[in-house]
């Protein structure tokens, strides 16, 4: 359990369309601008390049998960001591392409994966990407523990469902539209209150052919699904999530004692 305060921010680029070296840029500008308590930042989904349905650029713009993307951000966690979460655009050596997660841990330079599962359908995600098989990984980080859920991943609650409070924050990058906005953000407070975690939001912000994204559409949320966030002049959100506080909530109101037990099987 955390018995710690950790400093999160999250950092809604604005998203150059399959851009890649402009988007890390962007972003480790963006982190390098962080005040110097800040423990973890979130960037949006597809941070480095937007997504597209079209097979052609998808093969063009993915990376390895040793490619730029990924070695680039883990030089910026280093050299500012901040674990960055976000995901991008990725690829595999059978030819499979992924909407992949990644939490970059700066203390052990360890980078932990999460190929999302639920594909957006509606946007044509499912017709050109692979899902994951497998649920993302939790991840330790200064006391706590992570894990992932990018995007269409929180409208399945059995999907991001926490097993006796194995986890006590959930990242979520986005590229959300504005349009289904008020869904966006009370799926949000719902994953937050049924888990009771705190829960970080990272929507995008710009226009692509899905539609626009608007600055204020990310939340940090704490496990009552109160939004807690302050958002700064360029739109990156901080907020201290205070460990001590949560163990002691959660043992004083409990229903996570009175969980049903499951196992997902057919991933």
Known sequence: ??????????????????????????????????????????????????????????????QFPDGAAISQLREAAHLHSIAICGSYMAKDHYGHYYNQGFVIDPDTDRVSFYNKHHLFRYGGESEVLTPGNVIAPLVEFRGWRLKMSICYDIRFPVWNRSHANDYDILVVPANWAHARYYAWRHLLIARAIENQCFVLGCNREGTDIYGSYERGDSLILNYWGTDIGETHADGTIIARLDGERLDHDREKFAPWRDADTFELTDL
């Open 1 to 62: 359990m955390p018995h710690s305060i950790l400093t999160a921010a999250i950092i809604p680029l604005d998203i150059k369309p399959l851009d890649s070296n402009v988007n890390i840029r962007a972003a480790i500008r963006r982190i390098e601008a962080l005040p110097t308590d800040v423990d973890i930042a979130v960037l949006p989904e597809m941070f480095n390049t937007g997504f597209t349905p079209d097979p052609d650029k998808i093969q063009e713009v993915a």
